[in-house]
């Protein structure tokens, strides 16, 4: 990565303890009810139903500003958080934002009557994906220096822990580093 780096392009996704209880037909719908009540503070556009694609990307609310979805990439569902446009910050401020941008959404859908004693967070990881592969490539050296980044956000959010951090190594995929939290994430 080049000291231009931009982290406006890190995703976080927090998957759904049980994932079987979840019926992504409720999501559309609820997607939709927020769209019809501009619920977000994004001017919110169109649902996109993935579920016909394995392992794919499941339910996408389409923001202005950033994605909103049910995604079930490598077949684990859970609330992935995609911010589009920039911001004025960067660094381990932008992953701390993004980090809780996600869990506002994981609040909203544990609202929902459609998904009331069904939607649980598994509060043991999460996941945060780098979604640009020019200036932010899988590859050893972009981990190494998104590591201080990601640390210092998740020390802001989740406290001072022994994290642990496991990246993807297949080059032909986006930076994803899947985030062991030993005291749990909360949202």
Known sequence: MSDSFDLQHVNVKFFVKNADA??????????HSWIRDQKLDDLLIDVADY????????????????????????????VLYNR????????????QKTIEAAQGICRLIAKEDAFAGKFEIASDCLQLIVNDRLLGANTQES??????????ALVRVFGEQDYQFERSSDPRKRLTVTVKVPNGVSI
């Open 84 to 95: 589009k446009s920039a911001t004025d910050s960067k660094g381990a401020d932008q992953i």
């Open 51 to 78: 579920r016909h694609v394995p392992s794919g990307p499941g339910v996408i609310l389409v923001g202005h500003n950033a994605h909103y979805a049910f995604d079930n990439a490598e077949s684990r569902l859970g």
């Open 143 to 152: 981990y190494e220096r998104l590591l201080p980044e990601m640390t210092a």
């Open 22 to 31: 979840i019926n992504l037909e409720d999501a559309i719908n609820v997607f």
